[in-house]
């Protein structure tokens, strides 16, 4: 029974206490909170809420500790720190920092005698598994990802850390005729303002400076600079009545060439279609849990990424069972 700790009981928090229930080889043990403890509620009555700054006394209550903090300025503090005293996992997003994370990441948990995976989710996660795989199959070939339609969690997170917003949320938008283009096997050459626009919903305070937020938001970089951006400014029941759900999606494809001259054309596409994004996130954490605690049995330390990381090692099957039903 490995036991697990979440740090940060927001949705993906949530969904993660959700994701242990379907698994029978983990355990929620404690969840960390920022907030006072006594105003957190949460569902499995087992686990006990602490704060965030008694953490470290409790380490030798917990294999592993799941990290879920925002992208854009939680986990990169949080994740090496952490790591130094914890087994510890998270779902860092910001695709253009990841090599740094990663650096700073396997340098604490190398010191602390620790296994970390960072990176893990849909994207980046399962997509990049999918890229890998797919280019590897036909290195003649190009890689397009697309996604949504569907609701950010990071972008909506970096939102709401502006200045005068209250809440917000952020749409991902494929745009349809280059994926029409891809999936024809055409190979186009697409900049990132060509495959996607963004789409915000944003709710400011009374009397916020809504020019300033919107060139903040439009200008962010490696978030939505790149892209086309609309921000609308609405009310908080509006967004309560209309954007509730996290939902989102996407897909992976890779259009390449086979034969002496490349003369067959093949499409490999890898598809997501989610209700809700944060508790499919969760669900990939909880599998790649496991597969850290297998890695620190063996005496791995230092940081992974899912690319790092053997599929049988995700599975409670054992590689017989693998062997005879999923081979």
Same mark, same amino acid.
């Given at each position: 029974?490995? *036991?697990?700790?979440?740090?940060? !009981?927001?949705?993906?928090?949530?969904?993660?206490?959700?994701?242990?229930?379907?698994?029978?080889?983990?355990?929620?043990?404690?969840?960390?909170?920022?907030?006072?403890?006594?105003?957190?509620?949460? &569902?499995?009555?087992?686990?006990?809420? %602490?704060?965030?700054?008694?953490?470290?006394?409790?380490?030798?209550?917990?294999?592993?500790?799941?990290?879920?903090?925002?992208? %854009?300025?939680?986990?990169?503090?949080?994740?090496?720190?952490?790591?130094?005293? =914890?087994?510890?996992?998270?779902?860092?997003?910001?695709?253009?920092?990841?090599?740094?994370?990663?650096?700073?990441?396997? $340098?604490?948990?190398?010191?602390?005698?620790?296994?970390?995976?960072?990176?893990?989710?849909?994207?980046?996660? @399962?997509?990049? &598994?999918?890229?890998? !795989?797919?280019?590897?199959?036909?290195?003649?070939?190009?890689?397009?990802? =697309?996604?949504?339609?569907? +609701?950010?969690?990071?972008?909506? /997170?970096?939102?709401?850390?502006?200045?005068?917003?209250?809440?917000?949320?952020?749409?991902?938008?494929?745009?349809?005729?280059?994926?029409?283009?891809?999936?024809?096997?055409?190979?186009?050459?697409?900049?990132? $303002?060509?495959? #996607?626009?963004?789409?915000?919903? +944003?709710?400011?305070? /009374?009397?916020? /400076? &809504?020019?300033?937020?919107? *060139?903040?938001?439009?200008?962010?970089?490696?978030?939505?600079?790149?892209?086309?951006?609309?921000?609308?400014?609405?009310?908080?029941?509006?967004?309560?009545?209309?954007?509730?759900?996290?939902? #989102?999606?996407?897909?992976?494809?890779?259009?390449? $060439?086979?034969?002496?001259?490349?003369?067959? *054309?093949?499409?490999?596409?890898?598809?997501? *279609?989610?209700?809700?994004?944060?508790? =499919?996130?969760?669900?990939?954490?909880?599998?790649?849990? $496991?597969?850290? @605690?297998? @890695?620190?049995?063996?005496?791995?330390?230092?940081?992974?990424?899912?690319?790092?990381?053997?599929? %049988?090692?995700?599975?409670?099957?054992?590689?017989?069972?693998?062997?005879?039903?999923? &081979?």
């Amino acid at each position: 029974m490995t *036991k697990i700790g979440i740090l940060g !009981y927001g949705n993906l928090g949530r969904g993660v206490e959700c994701a242990i229930k379907q698994n029978e080889d983990m355990e929620l043990t404690y969840v960390f909170t920022r907030r006072d403890p006594a105003t957190v509620k949460i &569902l499995t009555d087992s686990a006990k809420v %602490a704060s965030v700054n008694d953490i470290l006394n409790h380490k030798d209550e917990i294999d592993i500790l799941i990290i879920c903090g925002g992208s %854009a300025t939680d986990l990169p503090e949080q994740t090496p720190e952490y790591a130094k005293h =914890f087994n510890v996992i998270d779902s860092f997003d910001t695709h253009a920092k990841i090599p740094d994370h990663f650096s700073n990441v396997d $340098r604490s948990a190398k010191e602390g005698g620790h296994i970390a995976l960072i990176s893990v989710g849909w994207d980046p996660g @399962m997509f990049s &598994l999918n890229r890998v !795989y797919a280019s590897a199959i036909l290195p003649d070939g190009a890689d397009y990802t =697309f996604w949504g339609r569907g +609701v950010s969690q990071g972008h909506s /997170d970096a939102i709401r850390r502006i200045e005068g917003v209250l809440d917000a949320r952020q749409y991902t938008c494929p745009i349809e005729s280059a994926v029409e283009s891809v999936r024809k096997g055409e190979q186009p050459e697409l900049s990132t $303002r060509q495959k #996607h626009t963004r789409e915000c919903f +944003v709710v400011a305070a /009374d009397g916020a /400076d &809504l020019a300033k937020i919107e *060139k903040e938001i439009k200008e962010m970089p490696n978030y939505f600079a790149d892209y086309d951006t609309t921000v609308t400014f609405i009310s908080k029941e509006e967004l309560d009545r209309d954007h509730q759900g996290i939902p #989102h999606g996407g897909m992976v494809i890779r259009s390449g $060439r086979t034969g002496w001259d490349l003369e067959n *054309k093949h499409v490999i596409e890898y598809s997501l *279609k989610l209700d809700s994004n944060p508790e =499919f996130t969760s669900s990939v954490l909880i599998a790649y849990a $496991r597969a850290a @605690m297998r @890695m620190h049995a063996e005496g791995q330390r230092g940081c992974r990424t899912v690319l790092d990381v053997p599929p %049988a090692y995700l599975s409670r099957m054992s590689g017989d069972e693998l062997r005879a039903h999923m &081979l």
